[in-house]
């Protein structure tokens, strides 16, 4: 079956500019993740859904980023007035529900590389 | 907090066999990850071990746990040129997101 899907897979915008990333989980996942890779700060954890809620937005390094869920499946994680330290690589993970148990395994996403110029 | 940590570099000869080390802090973690990334793609699934076991082997690769001194080791046996890699470790915490160790850049030189 089709794994986690995220696109664009690669995006090039300039310093200031809105973006939007988005991410497909494996069909009958319920519980869907964001998470940063950067050079300096490793993976990061940005945002957790369960269905369409987001019951931990901890990660989210600023009021500029924003992510949703609609209908419990696709997500768009939305970075506002982008600045340069934002380039990284963005993943996204899905899992059957959410909870440290071999059923919540995450399955993760080829990821979007962004750059901010 | 929760931390995992993990040295950043290894490197084998062909044939040898490989231990890549993680440590962590979260006593709480029920399952622990290993994660395998190659250059250019994302994060693929490799092995867990639930924290009530000691050990794990799944062909070639093998999974020590040490609870009382939150120690994990991912054993590559026989590791060869496609093993090449960033192995990350993982513990998932009660909200079921998963920290992660910086990753550990495993070279095969043939």
């Known amino acids: 079956g089709a794994g986690v899907s995220q696109s664009p897979s690669n995006k090039v915008t300039e310093k200031g500019k809105d973006v939007e990333l988005r991410c497909d989980p494996i069909?009958?996942?319920?519980?869907l993740y964001w998470y940063r890779q950067s050079l300096g700060q490793g993976l990061e954890f940005l945002i957790y859904?369960?269905?369409?809620?987001?019951?931990?937005k901890s990660g989210l390094p600023s009021d500029r980023f924003s992510a949703e869920r609609t209908g419990g499946s696709v997500s768009t994680l939305t970075i506002q007035r982008t600045q340069q330290e934002d380039s990284a690589v963005y993943l996204c993970?899905?899992?059957?529900?959410?909870?440290?148990?071999?059923?919540?395994?995450?399955?993760f996403g080829p990821g979007t590389r962004l750059l901010v110029l | 907090g929760e931390d995992v940590e993990q040295s950043l570099f290894l490197s084998v000869r062909e044939g040898d066999s490989s231990v890549i080390n993680c440590t962590y802090t979260?006593?709480?973690?029920?399952?622990l990850y290993w994660y395998k990334q190659e250059p250019g793609a994302g994060l693929q699934l490799l092995t867990y071990i639930f924290s009530n076991m000691d050990m794990k082997q799944d062909q070639r690769l093998t999974v020590l746990l040490n609870k009382k001194d939150k120690h994990l080791s991912l054993r590559i046996a026989d590791t060869q040129t496609g093993d090449s890699a960033i192995y990350f470790c993982?513990?998932?915490?009660?909200?079921?997101?998963?920290?992660f160790g910086q990753g550990t850049e495993l070279s095969v030189k043939p």
């Open positions: 069909s009958g996942h319920t519980a």
């Open positions: 859904f369960q269905g369409n809620s987001a019951p931990d």
């Open positions: 979260d006593s709480s973690s029920t399952y």
């Open positions: 993970a899905s899992s059957l529900g959410a909870g440290p148990n071999l059923k919540e395994t995450q399955y």
């Open positions: 993982a513990e998932s915490n009660q909200g079921g997101k998963l920290i």
